[in-house]
């Protein structure tokens, strides 16, 4: 079996996701006969290319392209299609952000195939077949689904699996593949790209997360957040009902049509733990729940509940771990 993972390629590397990725395609083939190709689409891949070799990759297939720089769903369909047709594998993974999303069903219509957006997990079925699991009805529930055709395509949501330790002493085969990429293909065109600015730790990237929601009230509580993450070294983060109301940044947001994240430790201020803010952060290790209302569902999902004001709890708790961390 060969699996094919694509990556949209940071200049400075491979992105985490697409590591996570590559350790799927390694579980995937294990105990079987089977390959595991990476894909890096960019420009200036070199670095990204020697980085899917270290997390895991036997074969890497170089595609540079300026129009595959931009965040251009069209130019990436025909790069993606093109690769696919030439390496043939039975299993195609992309990363389930926005655009791997929209590229993965686009191919799978191209090639007669199926595609599963949103997987949360795979599994190896008889052969060469596989089962893929995603949330359906908001996150209230797991389907786990088939793709009769072939290849198997699924985008699959950063953080469902641990990327493998680095291997710089690993060798594998890195092929520069040339991909036409017609501008009669390409419907969109990028004006401008405005860069999100991030300042301290990366939400995604956090082992510490402190997430606020409708229950602060106003977004200018959210400063006693901050400061609550600044002393912990998080990230905050905020739950759709508090995006919505204006009080926190898109870019913060936690959940289903957010952002996923899998921290250590996640703090939930005033969340009342929809599931669709759930579906974003459930494999977080360890959950705290402060919140007045002791019917709060999140409660359920809590390692450590505190039913009560967080106005009160929460400069607590910073003056405490102030004193610790003075020691």
């Known amino acids: 079996m060969k699996i094919l993972v694509v990556s949209t390629s940071a200049r400075t590397g491979l992105p985490q996701p697409s590591a996570e990725l590559i350790a799927a395609g390694r579980q995937l083939v294990s105990g079987k006969e089977g390959t595991v190709a990476v894909a890096v689409l960019g420009q200036d891949v070199a670095q990204a290319c020697r980085d899917a070799v270290a997390f895991g990759a036997d074969q890497v297939y170089s595609v540079e392209n300026s129009l595959l720089v931009a965040h251009d769903t069209d130019a990436h369909l025909q790069a993606v299609d093109a690769v696919v047709r030439e390496v043939a594998p039975e ?4 990363v389930g952000d926005a655009l791997g999303t929209e590229v993965a069903v686009r191919l799978a219509h191209r090639l007669k195939t199926g595609a599963v957006a949103y997987c ?9 077949r596989l089962a893929f699991t995603r949330p359906i009805y908001g996150g209230k529930a797991i389907a786990e689904m088939t793709v009769e055709g072939t290849p198997q395509i699924a985008a699959v949501t950063a953080r469902s699996f641990e990327p493998l330790p680095r291997d710089d002493a690993r060798t594998g085969e890195i092929t520069s593949l040339a991909v036409s990429i017609g501008s009669d293909g390409q419907r969109t065109k990028v004006l401008e790209t405005i860069q999100e600015e991030v300042t301290g730790v ?12 409708r229950g602060l009230g106003d977004g200018a509580n959210f400063r006693m957040l901050e400061e609550l993450a600044a002393v912990m070294g998080a990230a905050v983060g905020a739950s759709r009902a508090a995006v919505d109301a204006g009080w926190a ?4 947001q936690v959940g289903q049509t957010g952002k996923q994240v899998a921290p250590e430790l996640y703090i939930a201020v005033g969340i009342s733990g929809a599931t669709q803010h759930i579906a974003g952060m459930g494999r977080a290790k360890h959950v705290v729940v402060i919140n007045k209302d002791p019917e709060a569902p999140f409660f359920r999902l809590a390692e450590l509940g505190v039913t009560a004001d967080y106005k009160k709890v929460v400069p607590l708790l910073i003056e405490q771990l102030k004193v610790q961390m003075s020691r």
């Not at 940044?249 to 913060?252: H, V």
């Open 91 to 94: 299993v195609v993974l992309l």
């Open 120 to 128: 949360s997990s795979i599994r190896s079925l008889e052969g060469d």
């Open 249 to 252: 940044s898109p870019a913060m």
């Open 202 to 213: 990366r939400l995604e990237d956090a082992k510490t997360v402190v997430s606020g929601g």
